[in-house]
């Protein structure tokens, strides 16, 4: 069965230091691969997404995040973290499931980011 | 920004009351879902639509029904709810060849 694996629950990282959020999958092909943000008491935005093409796709509020065939991998990163980063960051992929329509989402656990003054 | 719309937002409820949680899109898409989410836990699928009178069942087991008689409108209703269904529902549409863009979620509770 596909999945999504986060294998961080929770990081803690100082503001300004650079991040780097993990998610592997497992399917035999390259489905469509997305990162969500959910600040508390709020629904999910997207991030970024992968369709194909370019392996090095950049997002919203100076996030970026890189495919990897060979590792079967997604992760996300950004450079200089900012205080106001600091929620949780789901990985999803997605086409998979139901027709192959891209909102039938398959989610990692999500790992939470805490954000050090 | 996203119009994707969830009544309400937070809900306390009695054992064995019916109730509906309400969500509407402004976008004109043609496909909505509902998700769970546990606190700590991933989101699940529970049912989804890809159009008026089309709705089915997603890979987790759920008790609700939900209806799908207005492309903007995708209710979620629990004809009797129990303290196991205590979580957090999401609402998302989208296109097929876009993203999904989800609400913000109604967090129940049931006591």
């Known amino acids: 069965a596909q999945s999504v694996t986060q294998p961080d629950i929770h990081i803690t990282v100082s503001e300004g230091a650079s991040l780097e959020l993990r998610c592997n999958y497992s399917y035999g092909a390259t489905p469509y691969l997305f990162w969500y943000v959910q600040s508390p008491g709020q629904g999910l935005q997207l991030l970024l997404k992968?369709?194909?093409?370019?392996?090095l796709v950049q997002g919203i509020k100076g996030f970026e995040a890189e495919f990897k065939r060979s590792q079967s991998s997604f992760n996300l990163r950004k450079p200089s973290v900012h205080w106001s980063d600091a929620a949780e960051y789901f990985c999803a992929v997605g086409g998979l499931l139901y027709g192959g329509s891209q909102g039938n989402l398959i989610f990692g656990k999500g790992t939470k980011l805490s954000v050090k003054p | 920004e996203a119009d994707i719309y969830q009544t309400p937002r937070y809900l306390v409820i009695g054992t064995g009351k019916k109730i509906t949680l309400e969500c509407s899109q402004t976008?004109?898409?043609?496909?909505m879902y509902w998700y769970q989410q546990d606190p700590g836990m991933e989101l699940h699928l529970i049912h989804y639509s890809y159009g008026v009178n089309s709705t089915e069942k997603g890979d987790l087991s759920s008790e609700s029904t939900v209806s799908r008689i207005r492309t903007e409108h995708f209710p979620l209703t629990l004809e009797s709810a129990r303290p196991s269904h205590t979580s957090q529902y999401l609402c998302a549409s989208s296109e097929r060849n876009t993203e999904a863009f989800f609400g913000q979620g109604t967090r129940l509770t049931v006591v």
């Open positions: 976008m004109g898409h043609d496909k």
């Open positions: 992968y369709f194909s093409g370019d392996t």
